[in-house]
């Protein structure tokens, strides 16, 4: 079994910066894709970004230029640094993760979740 845990969210004012970091761990033998979700009030979960075991990064047009994914494989966390922050990326900010717990599975997994709040 794997678990994803986030870290790092938290209030905030507008125009300030914060960092998430998502641990995974358990049964891993390898991480492929790792991202980042988020959900509002009332609102559909969305892409934030994405990053393949390559570095490949995918970005949401609308935190294009403020927010930065990363990922350090020797820690099986990824971190998600957002700058510039605005009331509209106020949500519920979820790690998912694309993990093969041994080398013919591969399953998806997500995070508890942790809240951001950018206050105007």
């Known amino acids: 079994q794997v678990q994803l845990v986030e870290s790092g969210g938290g209030l905030v004012q507008a125009g300030g910066s914060l960092r998430l970091s998502c641990l995974a761990s358990?049964?891993?033998?390898?991480?492929?894709?790792m991202a980042w979700y988020r959900q509002a009030p009332g609102k559909q979960r969305e892409l934030v970004a994405s990053?393949?075991?390559?570095?490949?990064?995918n970005y949401a047009n609308s935190v294009k230029g403020r927010f930065t994914i990363s990922r350090d494989n020797t820690k099986n966390t990824a971190y998600l640094q957002m700058d510039s922050l605005k009331p509209e990326d106020t949500a519920v900010y979820y790690c998912?993760?694309?993990?093969?717990?041994?080398?013919?599975?591969?399953?998806?997994?997500w995070g508890q979740g942790t809240q951001v709040t950018v206050s105007s």
């Open positions: 998912n993760a694309d993990v093969s717990a041994r080398s013919w599975s591969r399953s998806t997994y």
């Open positions: 990053i393949t075991s390559g570095g490949t990064t």
């Open positions: 358990g049964t891993i033998f390898s991480i492929h894709v």
